[in-house]
């Protein structure tokens, strides 16, 4: 990146988001453009009076204490139209122009389950979260949560434990990680996933950054799984969040007796899918990948066509290098020139997609397509 | 009745329902006209060899054996197009012609909730039962299962608590009870509902018997709750009947770990209701009969139309007592003359279908008719 101050200028626009770009024509704004707007122009666009000051008027301070932060192993901003912007969470109506993010901002770009739930689970609550991520993990998934105690840091665990990434979205800037707790869980999966905030440095953990928070959990997933839930739980915003941006709902069902299940309940009765095991999750992934999200990422529109065309060449590649005869991810770096990790990651899409079939012994083969 | 001979011949012809009866030009025959007919015309009626000649041979000594069993205590034959028929079962396609019955006649067309499951549930899953059928019974809707032990008979057991009505539906005559452990119970059923079955005496329990009496306990009723199930559950098939059939299918959820909510979360998964409180049940079914079924009562099929207009007048009768001030059940024995019991059920029937509404302190007004 060239200079990073004008992102940082638009960063501490907190309200500002893509759907601010759009405009009636059906084009799209620059972001970077916005600077030179006036004040007039930036209210016309929906724009409050915080947003346009910050804009107008930068906080030079503030702005340096990023560029300190952003000087630090491993930190990376990622903006809007970036190669590394994750095609996701470019979907959704509110994306933040602006990601701070500490760890492989590649990780922000794989197929990802959220994980979220209550911070006072119970024991098998706890259990069930890690059960799964690791699970999920271990097929190549990566687990997104919010890094809370409870739930959150218990599916964090699972993904490390199954030796896959995982991603914690903070509701406050990366130079403070919230809850103090969980401190060297943060470093850990800075060092096996990414730490990601829309939110500049000296932000505190206040209050309303949360539902703010969720929408970018939700936004980064193909899903959302919420483990246990009382009714007021911060996680069920998240499971609305991902409804509406039209992710899938996952829950995990309780004894009617549990205050912690009745969340959960809640969610299935208004149409998410109740899952007992992993492999539930994956069999509902495979549908819905393969009739649009990911498969239909080719057709994106120019501000999110992020993966561009060299990635479509190295699926091409795998495709062909792949036969109705089962083969080996060996092989198949053999065959293509292809690194075996991309290929691994790949072929998690491709399945997902209904294109490609595992079979016994870690081999994989082409299917026909689905109608 | 005048002689039941002719009704409990074909009552041994084990094969023969009501959808026998229908014509391809739209009209229906007569029961009892069969009798009459030759064999080459009850073949081209879809009636199978063992049929057929229990209706051209009757066996004379078994009709003697239900003849006998007949003039004991509070027994009855009711039969298709009787006033006594109980309504939502005429409305399956395989209604039995003939049902045997032990108690009291009109349980059967009291509004029924049937419970069913697992016959080794766990002591949670027993006091489940126990506690939605008292509750429910409590509130006037007959709780109706198959007098099994485990589930069934914790519902049974939890409507005579809650001093309501509770339907048996036995799979085999009910000269003999089964299983021997509910013979007790069988009796009590017989004191407070009615004990129920298609079977002539004779029958044994024999393990074909089960899915066809299943739909009889699916048809009585309304809806069906599972409470616990295996995934090998006879259950599941009650539960698979009574949405055949256009009932409403409800059920309990519990823990993934649990192989006795597999049955039920597969259910939810199929579409049944998850319900975690008695209340739950109230709210879908209010919501059901305001639609549909019970309001759709006068508007039945000449086969179907067993409650005749005697009922619909005592209805007429009650509503025109019932104004928008709230009246108590004492109040509108007196304005109506009607009897204290059939106010309060019919009452349960309006406040289901969505034309009355309860009030405080057991009062009851109307309410206008939703859209």
């Given at each position: 990146m060239d200079d990073p101050k004008p992102w940082l200028t638009l960063a501490r626009a907190q309200s500002l988001h893509a759907g601010h770009l759009r405009r009636p024509d059906g084009s799209t704004l620059e972001p970077l453009a916005l600077l030179g707007d006036s004040r007039a122009a930036l209210a016309g666009l929906g724009l409050g009076e915080a947003s346009i000051e910050a804009i107008r008027n930068p906080a030079a301070e503030a702005i340096a204490a990023d560029e300190r932060w952003l000087a630090g192993p491993a930190r990376q901003l990622v903006t809007w139209g970036s190669p590394d912007y994750p095609a996701l969470l470019a979907m959704i109506e509110d994306a933040p122009l602006v990601l701070f993010v500490e760890g492989d901002v590649a990780a922000l770009s794989q197929p990802q389950l959220a994980i979220v739930g209550s911070r006072n689970p119970t024991a098998i609550g706890r259990d069930t979260a890690t059960q799964f991520a690791r699970h999920l993990a271990t097929a190549g998934l990566a687990i997104t949560s919010g890094l809370a105690l409870g739930i959150d840091a218990a599916a964090h665990r699972g993904a490390l434990a199954g030796r896959g990434s995982t991603i914690a979205v903070l509701g406050c800037g990366l130079d403070r990680i919230y809850p103090r707790e969980n401190t060297e869980l943060a470093r850990e999966v800075a060092a096996n996933g990414a730490l990601v905030s829309d939110l500049p440095t000296g932000n505190a953990p206040l209050k309303h950054n949360f539902p703010r928070r969720n929408r970018l959990i939700s936004g980064l997933a193909v899903g959302t799984l919420v483990v246990e839930a009382a009714l007021q739980s911060g996680s069920l915003i998240t499971a609305r969040l991902a409804g509406d941006q039209g992710r899938e709902v996952f829950a995990i069902p309780g004894s009617?007796?549990?205050?912690?299940s009745r969340g959960c309940h809640r969610l299935i009765r208004q149409g998410a899918k109740l899952v007992e095991s992993a492999d539930d999750i994956f069999m509902e992934l495979g549908a819905l990948l393969a009739g649009s999200r990911l498969a239909a990422r080719p057709e994106a529109t120019d501000a999110q066509?992020?993966?561009?065309p060299a990635l479509d060449k190295d699926y091409e590649i795998l495709l062909d290098a792949l036969g109705f005869e089962p083969a080996g991810v060996d092989t198949l770096v053999a065959r293509t020139g292809l690194k075996a990790e991309a290929i691994a990651s790949m072929l998690l899409i491709l399945e997902l997609d209904g294109r490609v079939a595992q079979q016994p012994g870690g081999l994989f083969c082409r299917r026909l397509p689905r109608k």
């Amino acid at each position: 990146m060239d200079d990073p101050k004008p992102w940082l200028t638009l960063a501490r626009a907190q309200s500002l988001h893509a759907g601010h770009l759009r405009r009636p024509d059906g084009s799209t704004l620059e972001p970077l453009a916005l600077l030179g707007d006036s004040r007039a122009a930036l209210a016309g666009l929906g724009l409050g009076e915080a947003s346009i000051e910050a804009i107008r008027n930068p906080a030079a301070e503030a702005i340096a204490a990023d560029e300190r932060w952003l000087a630090g192993p491993a930190r990376q901003l990622v903006t809007w139209g970036s190669p590394d912007y994750p095609a996701l969470l470019a979907m959704i109506e509110d994306a933040p122009l602006v990601l701070f993010v500490e760890g492989d901002v590649a990780a922000l770009s794989q197929p990802q389950l959220a994980i979220v739930g209550s911070r006072n689970p119970t024991a098998i609550g706890r259990d069930t979260a890690t059960q799964f991520a690791r699970h999920l993990a271990t097929a190549g998934l990566a687990i997104t949560s919010g890094l809370a105690l409870g739930i959150d840091a218990a599916a964090h665990r699972g993904a490390l434990a199954g030796r896959g990434s995982t991603i914690a979205v903070l509701g406050c800037g990366l130079d403070r990680i919230y809850p103090r707790e969980n401190t060297e869980l943060a470093r850990e999966v800075a060092a096996n996933g990414a730490l990601v905030s829309d939110l500049p440095t000296g932000n505190a953990p206040l209050k309303h950054n949360f539902p703010r928070r969720n929408r970018l959990i939700s936004g980064l997933a193909v899903g959302t799984l919420v483990v246990e839930a009382a009714l007021q739980s911060g996680s069920l915003i998240t499971a609305r969040l991902a409804g509406d941006q039209g992710r899938e709902v996952f829950a995990i069902p309780g004894s009617i007796h549990s205050p912690l299940s009745r969340g959960c309940h809640r969610l299935i009765r208004q149409g998410a899918k109740l899952v007992e095991s992993a492999d539930d999750i994956f069999m509902e992934l495979g549908a819905l990948l393969a009739g649009s999200r990911l498969a239909a990422r080719p057709e994106a529109t120019d501000a999110q066509e992020v993966s561009g065309p060299a990635l479509d060449k190295d699926y091409e590649i795998l495709l062909d290098a792949l036969g109705f005869e089962p083969a080996g991810v060996d092989t198949l770096v053999a065959r293509t020139g292809l690194k075996a990790e991309a290929i691994a990651s790949m072929l998690l899409i491709l399945e997902l997609d209904g294109r490609v079939a595992q079979q016994p012994g870690g081999l994989f083969c082409r299917r026909l397509p689905r109608k």
